[in-house]
């Protein structure tokens, strides 16, 4: 006897925060929708960190790297505002450059961010602020998001979502119009009109059985909890907002532990090619490094950072650091969303808007409003990494919502 395969019209794999906010903002747009995920429940890979940071790109990176932060920013402070801890963080300036407040405020002004987002900020101000007594970017509205439980609201019961768990899709196939779903043993799992894929780093190996490579690359990362005694010196020093630059900081906790000792969480290892979960203690040395650095404390004494606990993850990169989200032009009604690398809050943000618009074949117009244009969405796109993408010219942000290919050059110094 022939087993149909449960037919749905959207299904997207994986439950991490990618895949349940385009879930979601499907759900919200009145679609059907069915989210698979090979665990147990969603948020079970890189998405179970509790402690993820979100702030505009300000640096000197790829102007559309930061073009694209400061839309992804707003897209994610609009959708998560209620819910992230917004305790403000602060970037402080490059040591060993000549710090001009004036020209820092220019830039910032030039980014399209306005002083409620983003304020250059003196060494005294930045004290009163954070606690560290360094030039720099006062963030006020950058915050922390808890993937975990975000993603639990997200996909709260509702009529037209369908949740299957522990369900594993090793490839896709195409028939007729409709894509199936492929398990390990070629049987055929469901069926679907449109498939969104967020797997992450599986997204390479579930792509290859259609005959597309993606340059996809793990990046091993730990964040480290670490617990100080009340008595330390250290706890002069810990700082009261979050700090980003090189690796960044939540604020301290003082009296967090119930011997009066502070949490403090610091991150983190940034391991190139690994993927490997178990937790290292060269991880817990190196973000003790990184904390003395964050709060410019050089003399500080790191063995009174106690690792008290760990988070570890696979993060997904591309070979040019930009995320990849949009849909697949070599076959239509497949989208995807992967290599948020270490800007998950703000890239699923956005990719939610992108998807949305291609798997509903609607205008951008509310991405067009913040500043989304062309280049943007070609930057993004699953087409940037293969042959002839430089080749087409660029077409109006309307013709991409139907399904013409328009394909865009790629800005090889994208980071
Ligand atoms: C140490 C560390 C610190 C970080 N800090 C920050 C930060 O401060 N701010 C920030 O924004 N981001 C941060 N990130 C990055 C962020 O955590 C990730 O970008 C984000 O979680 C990736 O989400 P995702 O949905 O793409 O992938 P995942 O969360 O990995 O989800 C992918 C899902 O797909 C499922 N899946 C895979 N293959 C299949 C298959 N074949 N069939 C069915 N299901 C499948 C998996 O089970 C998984 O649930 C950090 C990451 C690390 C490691």
Same mark, same amino acid.
């Given at each position: 006897m022939k087993i149909i395969p449960q037919h749905h019209e959207v299904v997207v794999i994986g439950a991490g925060i990618a895949g349940a906010t385009i879930t979601n903002e499907l759900l919200l747009k009145g679609q059907k929708v069915c989210i698979v995920d090979a665990e147990s429940g969603p948020a079970k890979a890189c998405s179970s960190h509790a402690?993820?940071?979100?702030?505009?790109?300000?640096? &000197?990176?790829?102007?559309?790297?930061? &073009?694209?932060?400061?839309?992804?920013?707003?897209?994610?402070? %609009?959708?998560?505002?209620?819910?992230?801890?917004?305790?403000?963080?602060?970037?402080? !300036?490059?040591?060993?450059?000549?710090?001009?407040?004036?020209?820092? =405020?220019?830039?910032?002004?030039?980014?399209?961010?306005?002083?409620?987002?983003?304020?250059?900020?003196? =060494?005294d101000e930045a004290l009163a602020l954070c606690g560290v007594k360094r030039n720099g970017t006062w963030f006020s509205q950058g915050a922390t998001l808890n993937l975990a439980s975000t993603i639990e609201g997200l996909l709260q019961p509702h009529e037209n979502l369908t949740c299957i768990w522990d369900l594993q899709i090793s490839g896709l196939k195409k028939e007729g119009n409709l894509w199936m779903l492929i398990g390990r043993d070629k049987e055929v799992l469901l069926s679907a009109r449109k498939v969104v894929v967020a797997a992450s780093l599986e997204t390479k190996l579930l792509l290859s059985s259609i005959g597309i490579r993606l340059p996809l690359r793990p990046v091993r990362g730990q964040l480290s909890i670490f617990k100080i005694d009340a008595k330390n010196k250290w706890i002069s020093y810990l700082p009261k907002a979050g700090i980003c630059g090189d690796g960044y900081c939540l604020p301290a906790e003082r009296g967090f532990f119930s011997d009066g000792s502070a949490r403090w969480i610091v991150g983190s290892?940034?391991?190139?090619?690994?993927?490997?979960?178990?937790? &290292?203690?060269?991880? @817990? #040395?190196?973000? +003790? @490094?990184? =904390?003395?650095?964050?709060?410019?404390?050089?003399?500080? @004494?790191?063995?009174?950072?106690?690792?008290?606990? +760990?988070?570890?993850?696979? &993060?997904?990169?591309?070979? @040019?650091?930009?995320?990849?989200?949009?849909?697949?032009?070599?076959?239509?009604?497949?989208?995807? !969303?992967?290599?948020?690398?270490? +800007?998950?809050?703000?890239?699923?943000?956005?990719?939610?808007?992108?998807?949305? =618009?291609?798997?509903? #074949?609607?205008?951008?117009?509310?991405? %067009?409003?913040?500043?989304?244009?062309?280049?943007?969405?070609?930057?993004?796109?699953?087409?940037?990494?293969?042959?002839?993408?430089?080749?087409?010219p660029a077409a109006p942000l309307a013709a991409l919502a139907s399904n013409s290919k328009p394909i865009f050059p790629p800005d090889p110094k994208a980071r």
């Amino acid at each position: 006897m022939k087993i149909i395969p449960q037919h749905h019209e959207v299904v997207v794999i994986g439950a991490g925060i990618a895949g349940a906010t385009i879930t979601n903002e499907l759900l919200l747009k009145g679609q059907k929708v069915c989210i698979v995920d090979a665990e147990s429940g969603p948020a079970k890979a890189c998405s179970s960190h509790a402690f993820a940071i979100a702030h505009p790109h300000i640096g &000197r990176g790829s102007p559309r790297l930061l &073009r694209l932060t400061r839309i992804a920013f707003l897209l994610a402070a %609009e959708r998560w505002g209620g819910q992230w801890q917004q305790h403000g963080l602060f970037q402080a !300036a490059k040591t060993g450059e000549i710090f001009d407040l004036q020209k820092l =405020a220019e830039h910032l002004c030039g980014l399209g961010l306005d002083q409620a987002i983003a304020r250059a900020v003196s =060494a005294d101000e930045a004290l009163a602020l954070c606690g560290v007594k360094r030039n720099g970017t006062w963030f006020s509205q950058g915050a922390t998001l808890n993937l975990a439980s975000t993603i639990e609201g997200l996909l709260q019961p509702h009529e037209n979502l369908t949740c299957i768990w522990d369900l594993q899709i090793s490839g896709l196939k195409k028939e007729g119009n409709l894509w199936m779903l492929i398990g390990r043993d070629k049987e055929v799992l469901l069926s679907a009109r449109k498939v969104v894929v967020a797997a992450s780093l599986e997204t390479k190996l579930l792509l290859s059985s259609i005959g597309i490579r993606l340059p996809l690359r793990p990046v091993r990362g730990q964040l480290s909890i670490f617990k100080i005694d009340a008595k330390n010196k250290w706890i002069s020093y810990l700082p009261k907002a979050g700090i980003c630059g090189d690796g960044y900081c939540l604020p301290a906790e003082r009296g967090f532990f119930s011997d009066g000792s502070a949490r403090w969480i610091v991150g983190s290892s940034f391991d190139e090619g690994e993927d490997d979960l178990g937790a &290292r203690n060269s991880s @817990d #040395d190196f973000n +003790r @490094d990184l =904390a003395k650095n964050l709060i410019a404390c050089e003399s500080g @004494d790191t063995s009174a950072l106690e690792a008290s606990g +760990r988070f570890v993850g696979i &993060r997904c990169v591309a070979g @040019d650091r930009l995320p990849i989200i949009g849909k697949l032009n070599q076959h239509p009604n497949i989208f995807l !969303a992967t290599a948020l690398g270490s +800007r998950g809050v703000l890239w699923s943000a956005l990719a939610a808007k992108i998807i949305r =618009a291609q798997v509903l #074949d609607e205008g951008f117009a509310l991405l %067009e409003r913040l500043g989304f244009a062309t280049d943007l969405l070609a930057a993004l796109a699953p087409a940037r990494f293969f042959a002839g993408a430089a080749l087409v010219p660029a077409a109006p942000l309307a013709a991409l919502a139907s399904n013409s290919k328009p394909i865009f050059p790629p800005d090889p110094k994208a980071r």
